[in-house]
């Protein structure tokens, strides 16, 4: 693997447009509940049909939270994300779908919640934080928000030891893209709650598949010998990396205009 496809897929989560959206405004750590569903194959159209039905029971029951964004990966995994404002936020969030289920009726929402999981295969819940300190989001992005319709995610696991090392090197290659004024840009997203505190995951996002590749290629051009020695002092410390795709998906998400 070179050292180009790994910085430019180190992901989690998930999954969204954050860089882009985030690129002209102040950058800072934001904590976020992850929700991550996996569909099973057989049973995709029940699991859209219910994840839909979930948007509108909740918004329509006024969900006490400002937004969620939605993604999905190619192997049937969905990433749901609420931000939170601190820790002791987490504590709130049972009351917070508790009002909302109280509104829409408990006997709905259990037959409901019957159809919604029998399209699953599993759901688990974890905590991130979206890290201002190691993301790159360039002054002038290439794409523009509406233009993202492709997400690629990396996660990779790391030398517990090493953790040290493993982070003054990502400070080093957002100073590489810094440097050299790349026009893609990537969030990097820190285990906090839930999944392996040794696991990394980064996100960026493009027009497509082919622009993907393309973009990497041209990047790699750009920064291809002081992103080789970087990935040299790197390599060492990393137990595995993982690759995936898939898409924004805005139809699956919401926000709360109230909020």
Same mark, same amino acid.
């Given at each position: ?32 509940? &992850?929700?991550?569903? &996996? ?15 979930? &948007? ?5 029951? *006024? ?11 190619? *192997? ?51 905590? &991130? ?19 993202? /319709? ?8 790391? /030398? ?35 999944? *392996? ?35 040299? /002092? ?9 690759? /995936? ?5 805005? *139809? ?8």
């Amino acid at each position: 693997m070179s050292a180009r496809r790994f910085i430019i897929g180190l992901v989690l989560i998930i999954l969204t447009n954050s860089g882009l959206l985030l690129s002209q405004e102040e950058m800072k750590d934001q904590l976020f509940w &992850v929700r991550e569903e &996996v569909a099973k194959v057989n049973m995709g159209d029940q699991y859209e049909k219910t994840s839909k039905e979930w &948007v509108e029971l909740m918004t329509g029951a *006024d969900l006490d939270l400002p937004f969620m964004w939605a993604s999905q990966r190619d *192997d049937e995994h969905y990433y749901y994300l609420f931000p939170l404002d601190n820790y002791a936020a987490i504590d709130k969030l049972q009351g917070i779908f508790g009002a909302a289920i109280d509104k829409i009726g408990k006997d709905k929402w259990s037959k409901f919640m019957i159809e919604n999981e029998g399209s699953m295969e599993t759901h688990k819940d974890f905590i &991130v934080t979206r890290s201002a300190k190691y993301s790159y989001w360039p002054e002038e992005p290439r794409l523009k928000p509406e233009e993202a /319709k492709f997400i690629h995610w990396l996660f990779f696991h790391y /030398k517990l030891e090493n953790r040290k090392e493993v982070m003054d090197i990502m400070t080093q290659w957002k100073k590489l893209y810094q440097d050299k004024n790349i026009k893609n840009g990537y969030t990097i997203w820190l285990m906090e709650l839930g999944r *392996d505190n040794n696991m990394v995951v980064l996100t960026e996002n493009y027009k497509d598949g082919a622009d993907y590749y393309t973009s990497m290629t041209a990047d790699n051009a750009l920064m291809e010998a002081e992103a080789s020695a970087l990935w040299a /002092k790197m390599s060492p410390f990393i137990i595995n990396i993982e690759n /995936k795709y898939g898409k924004p998906r805005p *139809d699956l998400g919401f926000e709360n205009e109230s909020k």
